[in-house]
């Protein structure tokens, strides 16, 4: 493979990986939105993207591989692609929270309708602005800007926190609402796990951009510039 043809198998590859990345980022939002109205259509559709999703997936890890058993590529190029391959994987992991989400709502769609002391909206706002943003940093090969989603981790941590803590108590004081409490538990921790598959991919663009491995290691005080190094 010459190295011209090299380099545009790369592109395919990050191009192939941002249009997954849209319809994860795309199933969280519609899981929400049916949370939000209570629409079994909408977790339809949440359903079919886990497919695609899925099929993604496979596609992306085998151009991936293939490009790593024909090529041998070293430095950033290598960096480059063990990331898209660990991304992937944060990707699907994002779609398959969506699909636990529209699952809760099923469930939910059965029971009244119970004012609970959780913003999910909210929540789900906080983590998919991580996605995004670690994305963003991604495509930009930006690392101040992935640096900048592990700090944000924190606040829907602490949401998540909260959530349990108030659901938990609605659960142990009114019974009735027990089944609304728990799924809503459920669909709080779902979009937790959403975040820290954002932090996953941040980690990932700045050991790709830097070769500086930072999990674990949310709070870094080196700061070594946001341009790509071979």
């Given at each position: ?130 996605v ?62 959403v975040?820290?598959h ?12 830097q ?20």
């Amino acid at each position: 493979m010459t190295r011209i043809r090299f380099q545009q198998s790369l592109e395919d590859l990050k191009e192939n990986l941002l249009v997954m990345a849209g319809l994860a980022e795309q199933a969280i939002q519609r899981a929400i939105e049916a949370y939000r109205v209570r629409d079994l259509s909408i977790c339809d559709l949440v359903s079919r993207s886990e497919i695609a999703i899925n099929r993604m997936e496979r596609d992306i890890d085998q151009a991936a591989l293939d490009l790593l058993a024909m090529e041998q590529p070293m430095a950033i190029d290598l960096r480059f692609i063990l990331s898209v391959i660990k991304i992937n994987a944060d990707l699907e992991r994002v779609g398959d929270a969506a699909k636990s989400i529209s699952d809760r709502v099923r469930h939910m769609e059965q029971m009244g309708v119970a004012e609970l002391p959780v913003d999910i909206p909210r929540m789900a706002s906080l983590a998919t602005d991580m996605v995004r943003k670690s994305l963003q940093s991604f495509i930009e090969g930006d690392a101040e800007l992935a640096r900048g989603v592990l700090t944000m981790d924190d606040a829907v941590d602490s949401m998540n926190r909260a959530a349990y803590k108030a659901l938990t108590k609605v659960m142990e004081e009114q019974s009735h609402l027990a089944p609304q409490a728990l799924n809503a538990l459920m669909i709080s921790r779902s979009l937790e796990r959403v975040a820290d598959h954002a932090t996953n991919i941040a980690e990932d663009v700045i050991f790709w951009v830097q070769g500086a491995d930072v999990r674990h290691h949310k709070s870094l005080t080196k700061k070594n510039g946001s341009q790509p190094v071979p």
